[in-house]
């Protein structure tokens, strides 16, 4: 059973700096992409980030400059360092992943990570 656990939301003030991780867990033969979408209280998930398989990263505008999204394959891992955060990206934060597994190649999320941005 794979899993992808996510960890390193919390609180932070605007301008503040917080670092997400998303692990990979179970029988993995490969991870293409890995991405973090991001839900506000009545609002549709939206992409943040995206990283591909070679690490060529792609950001949503709200974010650029300010967030950097990373990846280690030898941990099947992919960060989210996010700095001079926003009260508007207060959201409960997701992973995602896609991976080859038996099965074949299957779309894994995280749980979700809450991050709260106080002005």
């Known amino acids: 059973q794979v899993q992808l656990v996510e960890s390193g939301g919390g609180l932070a003030q605007a301008g503040g700096s917080l670092r997400l991780s998303c692990a990979a867990s179970?029988?993995?033969?490969?991870?293409?992409?890995m991405g973090w979408y991001r839900q506000a209280p009545g609002k549709q998930r939206e992409l943040v980030a995206a990283?591909?398989?070679?690490?060529?990263?792609n950001y949503a505008d709200s974010v650029k400059g300010r967030f950097t999204i990373s990846r280690d394959n030898a941990k099947n891992t992919v960060y989210l360092q996010m700095n001079s955060l926003k009260p508007e990206d207060t959201a409960v934060y997701y992973c995602?992943?896609?991976?080859?597994?038996?099965?074949?190649?299957?779309?894994?999320w995280g749980q979700g990570t809450q991050v709260t941005v106080s002005s």
């Open positions: 179970g029988i993995v033969f490969r991870i293409n992409a």
């Open positions: 995602n992943a896609d991976i080859v597994i038996i099965a074949g190649a299957r779309r894994f």
């Open positions: 990283i591909t398989s070679g690490s060529s990263p």
